[in-house]
T-cell receptor
Framework: KAGVTQTPRYLIKTRGQQVTLSCSPI?????VSWYQQTPGQGLQFLFE???????NKGNFPGRFSGRQFSNSRSEMNVSTLELGDSALYLC????????????FGPGTRLTVT | GENVEQHPSTLSVQEGDSAVIKCTYS??????FPWYKQELGKRPQLIID?????GEKKDQRIAVTLNKTAKHFSLHITETQPEDSAVYFC???????????FGKGTHLIIQP
């Protein structure tokens, strides 16, 4: 099976702008989770979608949002970008419970200037 | 919410020796504990996982142990090789949702 794919791989944005990142999970996987990775905070959970519904949410401000489509593809959006939003954004797909294994995509490197 | 502590942050071992990385978690409802390996510039890769109904799991040179009572789990790598050098993350999840809470990571260095 093809792995998890993310687009774009790199982005440079300016403070105050908004950005949309895309994730295509492994075929047949219904759960998509998003994570932010930074050198200081490590890997932090943003939110999880299962069958188009947000099932779980991490401790991030409302500027971070997401959605999932009927084909399980997911997008996340960050509005009013801040310098501190510069990070590697990773998505992970999973078949869904009881099979919990999550497989990560290559990530989108977002730089906010 | 869940909190996962991971130690040590850096571990240097001689090639051929064993390495042990330890994690503790706070939420007794957590029931799934994966370990990921991340090489520089690459995505985290699932290397082994354990569920709360199992105490130990092995896969070749890698093993994971879980102590539910003490709420800690460990990764054991035997006969370490240069390609084992990477950052290793432990994680925990439970309660029906798949979102993972990660430890801060351990930078494993294999000395030749």
């Amino acid at each position: 099976k093809a792995g998890v794919t993310q687009t774009p791989r790199y982005l440079i944005k300016t403070r105050g702008q908004q950005v949309t990142l895309s994730c295509s999970p492994i075929s047949g996987h219904r759960s998509v989770s998003w994570y932010q990775q930074t050198p200081g905070q490590g890997l932090q959970f943003l939110f999880e979608y299962f069958s188009e519904t947000q099932r779980n949410k991490g401790n991030f401000p409302g500027r971070f949002s997401g959605r999932q489509f009927s084909n399980s593809r997911s997008e996340m959006n960050v509005s009013t970008l801040e310098l501190g939003d510069s990070a590697l954004y990773l998505c992970a797909s999973s078949p869904g419970a009881p099979l919990r294994e999550q497989y990560f995509g290559p990530g989108t490197r977002l730089t906010v200037t | 919410g869940e909190n996962v502590e991971q130690h040590p942050s850096t571990l240097s071992v001689q090639e051929g020796d064993s390495a042990v990385i330890k994690c503790t978690y706070s939420d007794s409802a957590s029931n799934y504990f994966p370990w990921y390996k991340q090489e520089l510039g690459k995505r985290p890769q699932l290397i082994i996982d354990i569920r709360s109904n199992v105490g130990e799991k092995k896969d070749q040179r890698i093993a994971v142990t879980l102590n539910k009572t003490a709420k800690h789990f460990s990764l054991h790598i035997t006969e370490t090789q240069p390609e084992d050098s990477a950052v290793y993350f432990c994680a925990a999840s439970g309660g029906g949702a798949d979102g993972l809470t990660f430890g801060k990571g351990t930078h494993l260095i294999i000395q030749p």
